[in-house]
Nanobody, 116 residues
Framework: QVQLVESGGGLVQAGGSLRLSCAGSGSFFSLYAMGWYRQAPAKQRELVAVITSGGSTNYADSVKGRFTISRDNTKNTAYLQMNSLKPEDTAVYYC??????????WGKGTLVTVSS
């Protein structure tokens, strides 16, 4: 089983940057695809970015060119670097570790608020 703890959220002005971290515990962290999702008030949770165990990445169109997902398997940690933040990026950001039928795990989330 994997436990995930997000950190790095906060209040930032539009145009600013934040770096989110997702620290994982448990075995085989490197074998999991790591994803960042977000959920804004009254909206459904949506995928922001994902990085596979092999290092391939994919991004939502709304964040391409502004956000970068990465991972450090030696630290069991995934990151989301967010630049040029916009008010519409305001949401609770959740980390996910997925290994298909072997399990999918979620953190409790970290709040990002972007003021205009």
């Amino acid at each position: 089983q994997v436990q995930l703890v997000e950190s790095g959220g906060g209040l930032v002005q539009a145009g600013g940057s934040l770096r989110l971290s997702c620290a994982g515990s448990g075995s085989f962290f490197s074998l999991y695809a790591m994803g960042w999702y977000r959920q804004a008030p009254a909206k459904q949770r949506e995928l922001v970015a994902v990085i596979t165990s092999g290092g391939s990445t994919n991004y939502a169109d709304s964040v391409k060119g502004r956000f970068t997902i990465s991972r450090d398997n030696t630290k069991n940690t995934a990151y989301l670097q967010m630049n040029s933040l916009k008010p519409e990026d305001t949401a609770v950001y959740y980390c996910n570790a997925d290994r298909g039928i072997r399990g999918s795990y979620w953190g409790k989330g970290t709040l990002v608020t972007v003021s205009s």
